[in-house]
């Protein structure tokens, strides 16, 4: 992790797909168009199932049409055939009336991906017979994106978590004032909306940004991440999560203070170019506890709300997750004898509100992340940490054991559209943590467990929200090591009987 300081996450289907449309100049430019071509499904959409590929599936449609309409282009009949395969599963995405899931900017993304492809099919719709003009899905109106083009285009200043997103209005971007690159180049750590903001390659103050740019393509070797760097979340996590587990760990030269070098009022960011806010600023204040080197967690009270803690101010909705993070940050200051009164009586709200965010099946589900086995370990870890006094959080615990038991699949393992040591490893800490050892729980993590040692996670599936899903390597990599570490412990203290 230290010998790697941005970070690494999966490529993006979408934030690759910006890049072909917005930046044919950027070095790796067919290696792109070829990325997309070969993540394209046997279905002709990509990313995963349901609505879950509409964002991705938009994003490569209209990238593979504006290459197709880019001459030279490299093998047309190719790029024709997948461009007419992505509208074909287009035209019944978008006719879907199932909510679409709750993933960043999505009713920003999604009508400015449709403008872009009815442009394309306006302009030659000979190209595309029995493709007419795409609508947006059921629900979903332009209000938002109308309302961003006309504050980037009046010249007022441009929220800072609007920039993350920046590439909604490429057209206006780099004409948005008030809008710069921070070290080290990036627009909203976004390699899209840097694109989008830079215009071409001769900016004559694009100098750093076109560097960020270059250095992202290399790194990945063409396709990009939707987020880079990520330092802080990366480092945050992942140690966080060995710590734990029970994994003794010494802070290698550099980790406490590249976490504490942002830590400011409002607490701090996932990386450079984003806003802070109070899931990573958690998770860092837990971090640094188990690292021996403890900071007050006084940043956390600008987002504190009626209902409990918003991730950002203006947070649209209830994050059990960042709340579940709130939680053990603010539960550890009180273990350690820091805590105020405000501290204790915020700990007392969280643990009253979380479960009375259960599902009635027993499990949770959060913005950040498509399995509910992540949001309910996060609850699960939480509650039974620093709640357990309450008189909700036996039967939460109870509830959430069950639903994870009745998930199990044959193999041993869990998942949410097929089996993945990821959610294997929440699901064996969600019943090591609430399930005492009952049998069918012991035999449970006996199995997941077995399922985690032939397999380290690393090729599983993207399972966490940005503009698309993607799959943080290491915390993922953290998360399947630390459950396996624990569960052998944790099996190895059982009587023989068991």
């Avoid at 001769?202 to 740019?213: C, I, N, Q, T, W």
Wanted: glycine share 10%.
């Amino acid at each position: 992790m230290m010998r790697e300081p941005d970070g690494r996450t999966s490529p993006s289907v979408y934030e690759t797909a910006r890049l072909v449309s917005l930046a044919p100049w950027l070095a790796g430019h067919a290696e792109r168009v070829w990325y997309l071509l070969d993540t394209q499904r046997p279905d002709g959409g990509w990313g995963p199932p349901g609505g879950y590929a509409l964002v991705p599936t938009l994003s490569a449609t209209e990238a593979l049409t504006t290459a197709l309409r880019s001459p030279p282009s490299a093998d047309v009949p190719t790029l024709a055939r997948a461009v007419e395969r992505g509208l074909d599963v287009l035209s019944g995405l978008l006719r879907d009336t199932t909510p679409l899931p709750d993933t960043p900017a999505v009713d920003l993304i999604v009508p400015a991906l449709i403008d872009g492809l009815n442009q394309h099919l306006t302009a030659e719709p000979w190209r595309w017979p029995g493709h007419t003009r795409l609508d947006l899905p059921p629900g979903m109106s332009r209000r938002r994106i109308d309302a961003v083009r006309q504050l980037v285009a009046s010249g007022a200043p441009v929220p800072d978590k609007l920039l993350h997103a920046l590439e909604v209005v490429a057209d206006l971007a780099p004409r948005a004032r008030r809008v710069a690159p921070v070290p080290p180049g990036t627009v909203g750590a976004s390699p899209a909306a840097t694109a989008a903001w830079l215009g071409g390659p001769d900016r004559p103050d694009g100098s750093e940004a076109l560097a960020y740019l270059e250095d992202t393509v290399r790194c990945y070797g063409g396709p990009v991440p939707c987020a880079t760097p990520v330092t802080v979340f990366e480092r945050s996590w992942v140690t966080s999560t060995l710590a734990r587990s029970g994994i003794a760990l010494t802070a290698p030269p550099g980790l406490i203070s590249s976490l504490t070098a942002n830590l400011g009022a409002a607490g701090t960011a996932t990386g450079p170019g984003l806003p802070a806010d109070a899931d990573t600023t958690s998770v860092t204040l837990v971090a640094l506890g188990r690292l021996g080197a403890p900071v007050p967690g006084d940043c956390l009270w600008s987002y504190e709300t009626d209902e409990g803690f918003c991730t950002w101010p203006g947070e649209d909705g209830f994050s059990v997750t960042t709340n579940a993070h709130v939680l053990d940050a603010l539960g550890h200051l009180a273990a350690r004898g820091e805590a105020e009164p405000r501290h204790h009586a915020a700990v007392r709200r969280l643990v009253t509100a979380l479960p009375e965010r259960q599902d009635p099946q027993g499990s949770w589900s959060d913005r950040w992340h498509a399995s509910r086995l992540y949001a309910t370990a996060c609850c699960v870890l939480a509650l039974a940490e620093f709640g357990s006094a309450h008189p909700t959080t036996a039967e939460a615990l109870a509830r959430a054991v069950d639903w994870t038991l009745a998930t199990q699949r044959g193999d041993g393992s869990w998942g949410t559209w097929a089996a993945t040591a990821e959610e294997t490893a929440y699901a064996v800490q969600i019943l090591m943590t609430g399930g005492q050892q009952r049998p069918a729980v012991v035999e449970a993590v006996r199995r997941g467990y077995a399922y985690l040692c032939r397999t380290d996670g690393q090729d599983g599936p993207a399972l966490w929200h940005d503009k698309d899903l993607y799959q943080p390597t290491l915390i993922v990599r953290a998360t399947v090591i630390g459950a396996r570490y624990q569960a052998l412990g944790w099996l190895s203290s059982l009587p023989v009987s068991a």
